[in-house]
């Protein structure tokens, strides 16, 4: 059962951030909210999960990194970060701490000292606030092999006039970092 409402958040997930037309809905541009309605329809339309307003819920209220927030009435729902498609989300514009960290793997990293950082096919390059959650993030990309977790001096870069944002789920996140 848990594993089954894993298997159903990875995949509104990919739906909120992704490809909302794989079961026929859309994303407002402004805010990245879809209709809570919309999405539970389509999702049982599509076959694969059955889902209702009290599992939606509760897999919004027990995702341990708080992806998934509602509006205030209740009606619409959203990816707090990670997006693909063309979305604006408000985030706060905020001072980093000295350093944070960017889980990967080492097939990365001869484009990532030449280039620096590049966002992908996502919106922005995601920084983890901690080394643990880095090294989780890069095991998505290097398993079996063990990842690279690079400390970004992001301090520095904020002084030297670098935008970091920071989503309301506690993702950081910027534009570009360059390969010093
Ligand atoms: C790499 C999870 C070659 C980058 C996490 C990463 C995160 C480069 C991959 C969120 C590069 C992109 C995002 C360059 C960066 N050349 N490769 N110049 N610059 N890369 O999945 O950060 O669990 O789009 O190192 O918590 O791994 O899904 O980004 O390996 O916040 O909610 O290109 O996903 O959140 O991969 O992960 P991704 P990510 P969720």
Same mark, same amino acid.
């Given at each position: 059962?848990? =594993?089954?409402?894993?298997?159903?958040? &990875?995949? +509104?997930? /990919? %739906?909120? &951030?992704?490809? @909302? $037309?794989? %079961?026929?809905?859309?994303i407002?541009?402004?805010?990245?909210?879809?209709?809570?309605?919309?999405?539970?329809?389509?999702?049982? !339309? /599509?076959?694969?999960?059955? %889902?209702? &307003?009290?599992?939606?819920?509760? +897999?919004?209220? #027990?995702?341990?990194?708080?992806?998934?927030s509602?509006?205030?009435?209740? !009606? /619409?729902?959203?990816?707090?970060?990670?997006?693909? %498609?063309?979305?604006?989300i =408000?985030? $706060?514009? &905020?001072t @980093? @701490? $000295?350093?944070?960290y960017?889980? !990967? #793997?080492?097939?990365?990293?001869?484009? +990532?000292v030449?280039?620096?950082?590049?966002?992908?096919?996502?919106?922005?390059?995601?920084?983890?606030?901690?080394?643990?959650?880095?090294?989780?993030?890069?095991?998505?990309?290097?398993?079996?092999?063990k990842?690279?977790?690079? /400390?970004?001096?992001?301090?520095?870069? #904020?002084?030297?006039?670098?935008?970091?944002?920071?989503?309301?789920?506690?993702?950081?996140? +910027?534009?570009?970092? @360059?390969?010093?």
């Amino acid at each position: 059962k848990k =594993e089954e409402n894993v298997k159903l958040s &990875r995949f +509104i997930s /990919k %739906i909120l &951030r992704h490809q @909302p $037309e794989i %079961i026929g809905i859309e994303i407002e541009r402004m805010g990245a909210w879809a209709d809570v309605n919309a999405l539970m329809e389509g999702i049982n !339309t /599509k076959g694969k999960f059955h %889902i209702d &307003r009290p599992l939606l819920e509760k +897999i919004v209220a #027990a995702d341990s990194k708080g992806r998934y927030s509602f509006n205030s009435d209740g !009606t /619409k729902i959203r990816a707090n970060q990670g997006h693909s %498609i063309d979305v604006v989300i =408000e985030m $706060e514009h &905020r001072t @980093p @701490p $000295e350093y944070l960290y960017h889980g !990967t #793997a080492w097939r990365f990293m001869g484009s +990532i000292v030449a280039k620096g950082l590049l966002p992908g096919s996502r919106q922005f390059v995601h920084l983890s606030p901690d080394y643990a959650t880095a090294v989780t993030v890069g095991f998505r990309h290097s398993k079996p092999e063990k990842p690279v977790v690079l /400390k970004i001096h992001a301090g520095q870069m #904020a002084a030297e006039g670098f935008d970091f944002m920071i989503s309301d789920n506690g993702v950081w996140q +910027i534009a570009h970092v @360059p390969p010093q």
